[in-house]
């Protein structure tokens, strides 16, 4: 299953800010400088994310962007869900297909769709930044890097 563009910016917007932890907010700015994101496409994400509560924003100019609960109640399966707009793995009905009362593919995809989707629930953003590990390192890097060039 390929993720959209959408759904690859939410995780590295929660994975920036989740490495971040107690330290200051983060800036919309200051991600998607990081990961060289469209400011328009982040903005939007934000906005996602900060209405199912994965994340909490602050407007204006002391504002910026926090995990809105703790990365280990993240779970991968709820952030894809949220972001994708279909998951379905195929689509019988434009165009109307011919041989759908017949066909068992959209049944295989769609159970292992679900399998896939049931083994993503077992993980947590927490899961994808242990501590120590390069993601983290190389986020925290990010931090020190000059951000208003």
Excluded: W
């Excluded at 983290?136 to 020190?144: A, D, H, K, P, S």
């Amino acid at each position: 299953m390929k993720l959209t563009k959408h759904t690859d910016y939410a995780f590295r917007v929660l994975l920036y800010i989740a490495v971040k932890k107690d330290r200051e907010l983060s800036t919309i700015k200051e991600v998607t400088q990081a990961f060289d994101m469209s400011r328009d496409h982040v903005m939007k994400i934000v906005q996602k994310l900060s209405k199912a509560g994965f994340i909490h924003a602050t407007r204006g100019k002391q504002g910026g962007i926090r995990l809105g609960r703790p990365a280990d109640e993240i779970i991968i399966a709820d952030v894809i869900n949220l972001m994708e707009v279909t998951l379905m793995p195929v689509n019988c009905e434009q165009p109307m297909c011919n041989i759908k009362q017949g066909c068992k593919l959209a049944d295989i995809l769609f159970e292992a769709q679900d399998k896939y989707l049931s083994h993503l629930k077992q993980y947590t953003l927490a899961d994808l930044i242990p501590e120590n590990s390069q993601t983290v390192q190389l986020i925290n890097t990010m931090f020190l890097t000059d951000t208003t060039k």
